[in-house]
């Protein structure tokens, strides 16, 4: 049970509250006005919701994301075993094609987030995955470098929405720091997509059929097996808390309390689905330090999480290994990042912290990319791959998930976050073109790249840090409370005094 106490009530409301039973969890909807945030969830209620969730969501979120990466990087993979040489993908063609998936992607992102609710995730999220399945598996019946452009341009238009309308979907259902381990668990599928897609490629190259060589078929069977997946996932996935089916009445209507408490009164509404948009809360997102250094932020980790996914394979190939044992070597670095994202990501959420995590994250891939400049050894040059992808990985969620804490409501959040993933994704323009052909076998240039970026990633990190605690301490010591008194309590959102800031 749950005590609920509503603000200043008058003699009469007193009276009223006190001659009726206590009221209960599943009463919350029904009762209109707004609750203390000192009525807590009880801890065993609150865990049980939490793991009903974990078991109900985090899975199909998973399988998402495991596909979303290898539909887009499976390139990478066919382009070794044989689709440049079968296009004729001379110069920078290959880049070019990498690239032009990234313009309706970063186009889509923020318009994506913003109708996300309206046309009800748990159907909107799977359509995209069944659209982009079908154009993946279309990939493999490309002839012609303008085929490739035109296959890769519709599959960035039917994955652009994919990645933020997660982050938003997560944050209707999970406390704020809850949200770090969720991300991470289904942002780990993206290095062991890099593994499991090695592994797949290394075999669907062999088959040779009906006059398709090799790589058509890596194409052919990823797409539709994630065409699959995607109509299995139109049945699982609830659109927003009031609409889950799996949980008791009394664990759905606390999962809604439990959000409304999270807010700590930035969110004027009891539900997401009570909320209206405005494009006051539009605004309000793009007003937001974290949003412009975050964004920024994670356009630099982007880069090298990009170019190391697409070039992998290659990188490898350049050591001196042939074709299939270079996407078999793509497995263990891959695999490493992939516990490196889960345990950060645990660590992060226990300890409340993203900021501190991310500067470990992002010296440790310098570490790797120095290895691989300055070493002529071929297993010290491996080696740097490994401490590369354990490093920028966990990265990724880390910024996703610190901005995503720090914006409410969910409309400011929506925009945020949409807007944060556009400008990342603008670095695939950069990232596309790290390693030349020209510049093999050594590609000092796209490592050195990637070392920059990185180390601007830090300054931004850092940046952001030392303006969340200072703002923090403000709202401490009581020097944004005059928002309480001069403006709309339900308009105020982050800027509420009582909303903290996740360093």
Not at 239 to 253: A, G, Q, Y
Request: glycine letters at 8%; aromatic letters at 12%; charged letters at 15%.
């Amino acid at each position: 049970m749950v005590t609920l106490r509503p603000e200043s009530p008058s003699n009469e409301e007193k009276v009223e509250r006190d001659a009726s039973p206590p009221a209960r969890i599943h009463d919350i909807e029904k009762v209109d006005t707004t609750w203390d945030s000192s009525a807590e969830i009880p801890a065993d209620l609150d865990r049980r919701i939490t793991r009903k969730l974990d078991v109900r969501l985090m899975p199909w979120l998973f399988g998402l994301w495991l596909l979303a990466f290898i539909d887009r990087s499976n390139i990478g993979n066919a382009r070794i075993d044989g689709l440049a040489e079968d296009l004729h993908l001379d110069a920078n063609k290959f880049n070019i094609a990498l690239a032009v998936f990234y313009v309706p992607y970063i186009c889509y992102d923020v318009p994506s987030n913003l109708v996300i609710k309206y046309f009800r995730a748990g159907y909107y999220l799977p359509v995209l995955l069944i659209a982009w399945g079908i154009v993946s598996l279309c990939t493999g019946f490309v002839k012609t470098y303008s085929g490739l452009l035109v296959a890769r341009f519709f599959l960035g238009l039917t994955e652009g929405g994919l990645l933020g309308g997660m982050i938003v979907y997560l944050a209707m259902f999970y406390r704020r720091h809850q949200m770090l381990y969720r991300i991470t668990l289904f942002y780990c599928a993206a290095p062991l997509s890099g593994a499991f897609g090695g592994l797949l490629a290394t075999g669907l190259a062999q088959i040779r059929s009906g006059g398709y060589n090799g790589w058509p078929f890596i194409f052919f069977v990823e797409g539709a097996i994630t065409v699959v997946f995607g109509i299995l996932v139109l049945f699982m996935l609830p659109h927003t808390p009031s609409d889950i089916k799996f949980m008791t009445p009394e664990e759905k209507h606390a999962c809604i309390a439990r959000m409304r408490l999270d807010a700590h009164g930035s969110n004027a509404s009891a539900t997401v689905g009570d909320e209206k948009f405005s494009w006051y809360w539009v605004r309000r997102a793009l007003a937001n330090v974290n949003t412009i250094v975050l964004s920024l932020n994670f356009f630099a980790i982007i880069t090298p999480i990009y170019s190391f996914s697409l070039f992998l394979p290659t990188i490898i190939r350049s050591l001196g290994y042939t074709a299939v044992k270079a996407q078999l070597l793509t497995v263990p670095p891959n695999m490493g990042a992939f516990f490196a994202v889960l345990l950060v990501g645990n660590f992060s959420d226990k300890l409340r912290v993203r900021g501190p995590l991310m500067l470990g994250g992002c010296l440790m891939a310098i570490v790797g990319y120095i290895m691989l400049i300055a070493s002529t050894r071929t297993l010290t040059q491996y080696g740097g791959t490994f401490f590369v992808a354990a490093g920028i990985f966990p990265c990724s969620p880390l910024v996703m998930g610190w901005l995503s804490n720090n914006l409410a409501p969910h409309y400011v959040r929506a925009t945020g976050t949409g807007f944060q993933i556009m400008i990342a994704n603008m670095a695939a323009f950069i990232a596309t073109f790290t390693y030349l052909q020209e510049d093999a076998p050594r590609y000092t240039t796209g490592h050195a790249i990637n070392i920059g970026m990185l180390g601007l990633a830090l300054i931004l990190t850092s940046i952001n840090i030392v303006y969340c605690r200072w703002e923090n301490q403000k709202r401490a010591s009581g020097e944004r409370d005059y928002r309480l008194r001069e403006e709309d309590e339900a308009m105020l959102g982050y800027r509420h005094p009582h909303f903290k800031y996740t360093i």
